[in-house]
């Protein structure tokens, strides 16, 4: 099973500083068949002014994976970590037994990013938060984990979920091939316009699959893309 969903049918929010699109169910914008899609729980697409951004509020028992695509985010936290993630890097944050951070747009700049939420399969787990970069170069005609709460994936960021986060870029005419097994997975073209296996889908839709045991990604434009694959919720 592989459905696109449009950009344009995402849930949405328009705080004027922060204009948002949700492919779950989030905050105000509640559709009982979009509630995640494994253990993945929450994926918006933010827009956030210059000078803006959310101030403190806690977290509890939750995988954050932020990617950001344009522009930079900064991070502070009552744990005393600071910390800035340009577009190229991500940071994940383990919200555990639990966490009060903010984050800012302290950018010239309209920034945007990927917010990514994964039910943890370890509960109460020590607060965390990193930021790391991952050169362009070495995602350049497939995806890699970049994040992950499996064994297999050396190098990627780890997360206490059984799932994993993927990114990397097509040139027009590209294609890429993923085994998925049969698990569920969820991806998003950043820009560019792909097929995955055969269905289309432009920048920022949203693509859902499950039962499939691989798909061919084939980018129609160029095309940077991040998906998640993750295990049942638990």
Same mark, same amino acid.
């Given at each position: 099973?592989i459905?696109n ?6 849930g +949405?929010a #328009?705080? *004027?500083w922060l204009k948002?699109?949700f492919h779950?169910?989030?905050? #105000?914008?509640?559709d ?5 899609? *494994?253990?993945?729980r929450?994926?918006?697409?933010? @827009?956030?002014?210059p000078?803006?951004g959310?101030?403190p509020h806690?977290h509890?028992?939750m !995988?954050?994976v932020t990617?950001v695509? @344009?522009g ?6 009552h744990?005393?970590? @600071? ?5 190229g890097?991500i940071?994940?944050?383990?919200? %555990?037994?639990?966490?009060?951070h ?9 920034? !945007?990013l990927f917010q ?7 509960? +109460?787990v020590?607060?965390r938060?990193e930021?790391?970069?991952f050169p362009?170069?070495?995602?350049a005609g ?6 992950? *709460?499996?064994a297999?994936?050396? *190098?990627?960021?780890?997360?206490y979920?059984d799932?994993?986060?993927f990114a ?5 005419g590209?294609?890429a ?5 049969? +698990?569920?997975?969820y991806?998003?073209p950043a820009? %560019?316009?792909?097929?995955v296996? %055969?269905?289309a889908?432009q920048?920022? #839709?949203?693509?859902?699959? #499950? ?5 061919v990604l084939?980018?129609t ?7 998640v694959q993750? %295990?049942a919720?638990?």
């Amino acid at each position: 099973m592989i459905e696109n969903r449009s950009f344009e049918k995402l849930g +949405r929010a #328009d705080h *004027g500083w922060l204009k948002a699109r949700f492919h779950f169910s989030f905050a #105000d914008y509640m559709d009982p068949r979009r509630m995640g899609w *494994g253990a993945l729980r929450v994926w918006n697409n933010d @827009r956030i002014a210059p000078g803006s951004g959310f101030p403190p509020h806690p977290h509890r028992d939750m !995988e954050i994976v932020t990617y950001v695509m @344009r522009g930079a985010i900064s991070h502070e936290d009552h744990l005393g970590n @600071r910390g800035r993630t340009e577009a190229g890097q991500i940071q994940v944050m383990s919200a %555990g037994t639990g966490i009060m951070h903010a984050e800012y747009n302290r950018e010239p700049e309209e920034t !945007e990013l990927f917010q990514i939420w994964l039910l943890p399969n370890q509960l +109460r787990v020590k607060p965390r938060w990193e930021t790391v970069t991952f050169p362009a170069a070495d995602r350049a005609g497939r995806l890699v984990p970049l994040a992950s *709460g499996r064994a297999e994936h050396t *190098g990627a960021i780890p997360l206490y979920a059984d799932g994993a986060l993927f990114a990397g870029t097509l040139t027009a005419g590209q294609s890429a091939t993923l085994r998925l097994d049969g +698990r569920p997975a969820y991806l998003v073209p950043a820009r %560019g316009a792909i097929t995955v296996n %055969g269905v289309a889908a432009q920048a920022r #839709d949203g693509v859902a699959i #499950d039962g499939e045991a691989e798909v061919v990604l084939a980018a129609t434009a160029d095309a940077e893309i991040v998906m998640v694959q993750a %295990g049942a919720a638990r």
